[in-house]
Nanobody, 124 residues
Framework: QSQLVESGGGLVQPGGSLRLSCVAS????????IGWFRQAPGKEREWVSC????????TYLDSIEGRFTISRDNAKNTVYLQMNSLKPEDTAVYYC?????????????????WGQGTQVTVSS
């Protein structure tokens, strides 16, 4: 059974850093474009970032540009989201997602598989 499993979330102070990991099992990550979405309490899920299968193209939500970096290690079947200079408004459940297609998109209908999510809380 194919799965995406996120880890690395937690409680961090404003200005701090976290690195989220998304490990794929049951399928080869190499072939897929992978993204990160997040959902804050009482809000809709929003797209954060994505990376194409070869890692040649990355895109980011404007509000996190320059603070977050997405990367992948296909040998480890893992995609990462390095989050620096965290703000309270970054507090959310972060989800890893596998796309149906090869291109990046902010649309949830373009997602074929979701992870279970990992909680990130930014608070002093």
């Amino acid at each position: 059974q194919s799965q995406l499993v996120e880890s690395g979330g937690g409680l961090v102070q404003p200005g701090g850093s976290l690195r989220l990991s998304c490990v794929a099992s049951g399928f080869t990550l190499d072939y897929y474009t992978i993204g990160w979405f997040r959902q804050a309490p009482g809000k809709e899920r929003e797209w954060v970032s994505c990376i194409t299968s070869g890692g040649s193209r990355t895109t980011y939500l404007d509000s996190i540009e320059g603070r977050f970096t997405i990367s992948r290690d296909n040998a480890k079947n893992t995609v990462y989201l390095q989050m620096n200079s965290l703000k309270p408004e970054d507090t959310a459940v972060y989800y890893c997602a596998r796309y149906r297609f090869s291109y990046c998109s902010s649309l949830m209908r373009d997602i074929s598989k979701w992870g279970q999510g990992t909680q990130v809380t930014v608070s002093s």
